[in-house]
């Protein structure tokens, strides 16, 4: 069986979003289009949202139009990407970042923050993605080992489970390793990876 192709991988993610909070099309159209007017210069664009009219039909009318990229009528462009991910609001965001880098073989991890509390944070974040994977790992090891008489769904939980929390580790790592590069100029040496 072939696994799904980069486009299905984003439906599937804005559909969930769009499930999970009742998020009309409309709306989160209208907040692609937004994200794609920031990110895109106007000359490169690829696809051309309605603006400018009424804004209501303005809405309708790109809901129609990202409809058909989700729905496959139309090739989804690669310009529309970012945007789409940058329109979601967390954790549906990091869900589907994560899942893209996935498909590279690599993990999502954040870059790391210079914000005090921001780092704070991203500790504490840590420790509740610890506690996450803990839960579902005591699901697989009730009966002291994790073998194929585990539910798939157990497995993919606690598997998505100690992914963020190598994550959220690995930011925080990155987040110290600045730190010493920084100390590290500042003693005027050169730090080698």
């Known amino acids: 069986m072939k696994r799904e192709t980069r486009s299905e991988t984003i ?74 991910a940058y329109a979601l609001p967390e954790p549906h965001r990091r869900e ?35 506690g996450e994977a803990t839960e579902a790992l005591g699901a697989l090891l009730g009966d002291c080992r994790i073998d194929g008489a585990d539910s798939a769904a157990d497995l993919a939980r606690a598997r998505a489970e100690l992914h963020d929390v190598i994550g959220k580790a690995t930011g925080l790592v990155a987040a110290i390793d600045q730190a010493l590069a920084e100390q590290a100029v500042q003693r005027g040496v050169r730090v080698v990876k």
């Open 11 to 84: 439906t599937r993610h804005v559909q969930a979003y769009l499930r999970a909070t009742a998020t009309s099309w409309p709306t989160l159209a209208a907040d692609v289009s937004e994200q794609y007017a920031a990110r895109v210069a106007q000359r490169k664009r690829a696809v051309h949202f309605h603006e400018g009219g009424d804004a209501y039909k303005d809405m309708r009318a790109n809901a129609q139009l990202l409809k058909r990229f989700m729905e496959g009528e139309a090739r989804l462009p690669v310009d529309l990407e970012e945007a789409i």
């Open 96 to 130: 589907l970042v994560a899942d893209l880098a996935a498909r590279y073989g690599l993990l999502h991890v954040a870059a790391p923050d210079a914000d005090r509390a921001q780092q704070v944070q991203d500790a504490g974040e840590w420790l509740r993605e610890v």
